[in-house]
């Protein structure tokens, strides 16, 4: 059964916090990759980087949804909520539009629990860490490679 270590990318590119958003995007769009991790001056794993993330920053300020009672108004949306969507909207570095504690996985988790996780949880690119260090990532194009099969070359 084939599992993460098989398929994975290793040594990926990563960025740190600081790096600037519009460095960030042209790294995504020139390697045609959907995530980057991002880590610290020690390597360790802070959150990671999606195209998402980067076109989140495009969406309208969402509105909060306002009801009165007793004269008052009182806010449906958390302004901690409201404070990220801003947050994200704004950025101009890595950390400040980053998915903090993104979801992991080892190197020997199987190629179905990696499926079944992109699937449900609509992930595009998730971080392998083995024993707390980065070591690889795995894509959806690395799980669409076990299904084709390999051609042969000949000359």
């Not at 309208?60 to 949306?77: Q, R, W, Y």
């Not at 992991?104 to 690119?125: C, G, Q, R, Y």
């Amino acid at each position: 059964m084939l599992q993460v270590k098989d398929i994975m990318t290793e040594k990926p590119i990563t960025v740190s916090p600081e790096t600037e958003i519009i460095f960030a995007s042209k790294i995504l769009l020139e390697k045609r990759i959907n995530g980057i991790p991002v880590v610290d001056k020690e390597g360790k794993l802070l959150g990671i980087i999606c195209q998402s993330d980067l076109i989140a920053q495009q969406k309208k300020l969402p509105i909060p949804s306002l009801f009165t009672f007793l004269d008052g108004f009182i806010s449906l949306t958390s302004k901690k909520h409201l404070e990220s969507e801003i947050q994200k909207i704004a950025a101009i570095t890595v950390a400040q539009a980053m998915t903090t504690d993104p979801v992991t996985v080892s190197p020997e988790t199987t190629i179905e629990d990696v499926a079944t996780l992109m699937v449900e949880k609509n992930f595009h690119t998730i971080p392998v860490l083995e024993n707390g260090i980065l070591v690889g990532v795995v894509g959806k194009e690395d799980i669409l490679r076990t299904i084709i099969p390999e051609v042969e070359e000949t000359d």
